[in-house]
């Protein structure tokens, strides 16, 4: 009898064990004890990494990292999508740029400025086929695009949210990089149309590809006025090919005469000891494979590669202490096995995780970057979703010129007045940037001193600036910390 009773007993325990759980909403199989050579064993945050099946028939899954917010339980959900298209948020944007551990050579370092001080952070890596997301059918890479990423991206959030169902009903942003300029502006607008129970607030967008012909021709202009080329090799690019459409001749396969002798006169002054991403900072002489290479493909080949064996270069900040080849030591930590299983990843498919996929076999359809994101953007600031586009001053690839002038053009368009002038906004009673507000829903700001990966090369600026979008303030009514 009394041992009947003790297996009704510990059957009663493990079902109110369970039942907490659910109630809960910890998904406990994709609880992160601790990382290898974490700094803090017992951090005041907790950590998840896992995978979500979005096509069982496919085998479709992708892979996320989530860290909670350091002390504020009530902080608002925030997913981040890295660009390139192909490179992933786990190595990017968790490991290098703004989570809770930064990889230093070997190890992991603290961040004393993570995003997850002031929110609960989602990082996605996707589509398929990016980091350890993974499609079992490999007919899924045979073309890949925006649509398909946008569609994915949704599936995700929805089944995410039964994970984590205590999260459903938190304010919610999306906020990326670089072609994320496309991933973020997209999934919100399909979250919208879709009418799913998101309660989506608003985009945050780093030097962003919303229009490529405005976009890829601001380089022109920038790459002169910081000494990169002469003056005979920016009126070539301004009168007899400009860069957007070299680019799309490279990419269509037929190089006209005229294009092909302004790539062979500006290669010659372009040194491969610039980092076009960060133009002021140093370079890490190791081969990588950044999402700002991603986005210079196959433009980057041709104007860089024959000037060196190694032209994918990683940036090094002006002024703040970090690694310089933290791209490179990001793919080291996460092939090592113990990471990954700490992580729950697996590599499926593929021998090894990369920070950007360029293999041969994964193919997204790159004229979706000629498609300009602008309208889509307009219509987030007409549902009332806040949207910032953020630039870090000293990037090549996206210069924040011609980021200005677009969110400028879109609030003339969209006839929102200024509603906070263009002015300085400090850090540390340090000028951290320029903004500008329009209405209650456009914004622009930049970073100054900041390169196309604006919170790994100016952290705190980055920070702060994160912090004002999400308490919905002005950058120069904002104090540091």
């Known amino acids: 009898m009394e041992e009947k ?11 109110h064990v369970a039942l907490s759980s659910r109630v809960v909403g910890i998904p406990l199989e994709d609880e992160i004890r601790s990382l290898p050579t974490q700094p803090s064993p017992n951090p005041s945050f907790k950590q998840f990494g896992g995978y979500v099946t979005i096509d069982e028939k496919q085998g479709r899954a992708l892979f996320y990292y989530f860290v909670e917010a350091h002390s504020q339980p009530a902080s608002p959900l925030v997913l981040w999508l890295n660009g390139g298209p192909g490179c992933s948020s786990l190595g990017g944007g968790a490991f290098i740029e703004h989570g ?101 607030k608003g985009i945050a967008i780093g030097n962003p590809l919303l229009d490529f012909g405005n976009d890829f021709n601001a380089r022109d202009a920038y790459t002169w006025s910081h000494g990169v080329v002469s003056d005979s090799a920016y009126k070539l690019l301004s009168s007899v090919c400009n860069t957007s459409r070299i680019y799309k001749e490279v990419l269509q396969g037929t190089i006209s005469p005229d294009c092909f002798f302004v790539i062979s006169q500006v290669s010659e002054q372009f040194s491969s000891f610039i980092d076009v991403y960060n133009i002021i900072g140093d370079v890490c002489l ?61 590599l499926v498919g593929v021998a090894q995780w990369s920070l950007c ?87 622009f700001a930049s970073i100054r001193g900041a390169g196309h990966l604006a919170p790994e090369t100016q952290p705190k600026r980055s920070l702060v600036l994160f912090k004002a979008f999400l308490l919905g303030i002005p950058l120069q009514q904002i104090s540091s910390f």
């Open 286 to 346: 190791a081969a990588n494979n950044s999402q700002a290479a991603a986005l210079l493909h196959p433009l980057w080949s041709l104007l860089y590669t024959a000037k060196s064996t190694t032209p994918q270069l990683e940036p090094q900040a002006n002024g703040v202490e970090r690694d310089i080849c933290s791209q490179q030591n990001a793919a080291k930590y996460l092939n090592r096995k113990d990471v990954q299983q700490a992580l729950h990843a697996k």
């Open 357 to 443: 996929n360029h293999n041969s076999d994964w193919h997204y359809d790159r004229t979706d970057m000629f498609i300009p994101m602008i309208d889509v953007v307009s219509s987030l600031v007409k549902s009332k979703i806040r949207v910032l586009v953020y630039s870090g001053d000293q990037d090549l690839v996206i210069p924040f010129t011609g980021s200005r002038t677009l969110v400028s053009s879109l609030a003339k368009a969209l006839g929102v007045n200024t509603s906070v002038g263009y002015s300085a906004w400090l850090v540390d009673n340090q000028v951290g940037g320029w903004s500008e507000a329009y209405g209650k829903f456009l914004s």
């Open 5 to 15: 009773l003790s297996v009704v007993l510990v059957g009663m325990v493990l079902v």
């Open 100 to 200: 809770p551990f930064k990889i230093n050579g070997e190890i992991l370092v603290e961040n004393e400025y993570s995003w997850n001080t002031e929110a609960n952070m989602l990082y996605l890596e996707s589509p398929a086929g990016v980091g350890f997301s993974y499609s079992v059918n490999k007919s899924f890479y045979s073309r890949i695009d925006d649509e398909i990423t946008a569609r994915d991206n949704l599936l995700f959030l929805q089944h995410w949210f039964d994970k984590f169902p205590e999260y459903k009903n938190r304010d919610f942003y999306i906020t990326g990089e670089s072609y994320g300029g496309h991933y973020v502006p997209q999934l919100a607008q399909l979250i919208l149309s879709s009418k799913v129970n998101i309660r989506l």
